[in-house]
C-alpha cells in the first residue's frame, strides 16, 4: 500500500497511518493575541453562539475573529473614554487638586466606556 495518496475527485491528499488513510488537514491559524476582550467574546459564542463558534472554529478563522474582536473593541473603549474625559472635564488640573476624585470619575468612566463596547461588539 502507498503511504501517500491523492483524490482528484475531492481534492485531498491522505496519508497512511496503521491501516487507514487520514486526510492531511492543515490550519493556517493565526497567533492568538487577544487578550480580555477577546476572552469575553469567545465565552459569549461558547455559551449563547454555539453554531457560529463551531463553524468558525472548524473554519480555522476562530482566533482570526477574536483578535480582531480584542483589537476593535479595546479601540473603541479607549475612544469612548477620551470623549467622556472631555465632556465630563476630568483633566490634569483635577488631577493635581483631588487626586481621589479624579480616580473615582476615571474609574467610573472606563467602566461606563466598556458596558457600552462590550453590549455593542462582545454580546452580538
Do not use: C
Not at 13 to 38: F, I, R, V
Not at 61 to 89: I, P, S, W
Not at 93 to 103: G, H, P
Amino acid at each position: 500500500m502507498k503511504k501517500h495518496i491523492y483524490d482528484e475527485s475531492n481534492g485531498l491528499s491522505y496519508t497512511l497511518h496503521g491501516d487507514y488513510y487520514l486526510p492531511d488537514l492543515a490550519m493556517n491559524e493565526e497567533e492568538p493575541t487577544y487578550g480580555k476582550y477577546g476572552m469575553l467574546r469567545k465565552q459569549f459564542l461558547k455559551m449563547h453562539r454555539p453554531a457560529r463558534y463551531q463553524y468558525l472554529l472548524m473554519t480555522g478563522e476562530l482566533t482570526a475573529h477574536l483578535n480582531r474582536v480584542d483589537q476593535e473593541t479595546r479601540e473603541q473603549v479607549e475612544t469612548l473614554v477620551k470623549q467622556m474625559v472631555g465632556k465630563q472635564g476630568v483633566n490634569e488640573n483635577l488631577k493635581r487638586q483631588d487626586q481621589m476624585r479624579w480616580v473615582r470619575m476615571m474609574n467610573n468612566i472606563k467602566v461606563s466606556a466598556e458596558e457600552i463596547v462590550l453590549k455593542e461588539i462582545i454580546y452580538v
